[in-house]
């Protein structure tokens, strides 16, 4: 196993209210340095939520993601809140952003998003024996709710407006934990 | 179908030499006005490349995450050079990176990583009937190239080091093509 770069120099490039840029000066293990530049992450950490009701089906949104300027169908998640634990935030937006709180929560594992420029960390949380709850989020609208059954997930895989890779990559890890336990 | 909100007014925030961040003003459908920031994302493209040898493995690399300050094991990816089509862009970073060319490349799909805040899209690629071929690449060190039987993906989606959404996700997209052509 290498031995990990040594980190020679931590400095801020930029701040804004959302992202910090910092820049990384790095010596490798073979003596090559390197700058790189990164996003530094709050310490809060995220969930993403696959939530699946008494039909099999799971409870997919629909929102506006900024950054491809398009209405997509994706998983619901968010930030965990200071002094909540994964399991509370998850079973907390999944009333905001889905209209369900949840008897059962579980942690399945953590993903990344792109490791190589940032350190952000999400919880896959599997939510299970829903029951219809509305809690107030910070939504700009009303998000779209589309129960999926689970039988048809390699058709949502195709679909273009299901595109990020971590809400693929938590249904797949769900279902084979489904078919483990079932 | 939601009407896409109205983009009132983009201006930059900061930016770096790898980022650049901008603020969006948004007014949704409903009348809500909304600030937004995101990471603006050069026109290039990226490709992830699941290349599967004449075993049945695919090839995974273990390589440092600044992001994480950790090294982790994912598969190869890179950007897209100007004037490269994906296809080409892949056959090239698999030399670079995993020091084999593919004879077959083909498109899997299209994956995004934070679509909220992030306009970054990645060309899954599939990249078969391999052969020994080592382009020099702009890796500070020399990348472990690790084949992992496909027959034991439950396995490696298990492990802690293995977390990139993307490639979790790109891994299953290629699982279900297999699936349905053999």
Known sequence: ????????????????????????????????????????????????????????????????????????????????DPGEDAATAANRELQEEAGFGAREVSHVRQLTAAPNYMGHRLEVMLARDLYPSKLEGDEPEPLEVIPWPLSKLPELFEREEFSEGRAIAALCLVQQRLAKTD
Chains 1, 2 share one sequence.
């Open 1 to 80: 196993m290498t031995a990990k770069p040594e980190i020679l120099k931590l400095s801020k490039v930029a701040n804004s209210r959302l992202f910090y840029i910092e820049a990384m000066e790095l010596r490798f293990s073979n003596g090559v340095e390197r700058q790189y530049e990164r996003l530094r992450t709050g310490r809060q950490g995220a969930v993403m939520i696959v939530a699946i009701n008494g039909r099999d089906e799971v409870l997919l949104i629909r929102e506006y993601a900024a950054g491809l300027e398009e209405y997509v169908l994706t998983l619901p998640k968010g930030l965990i």
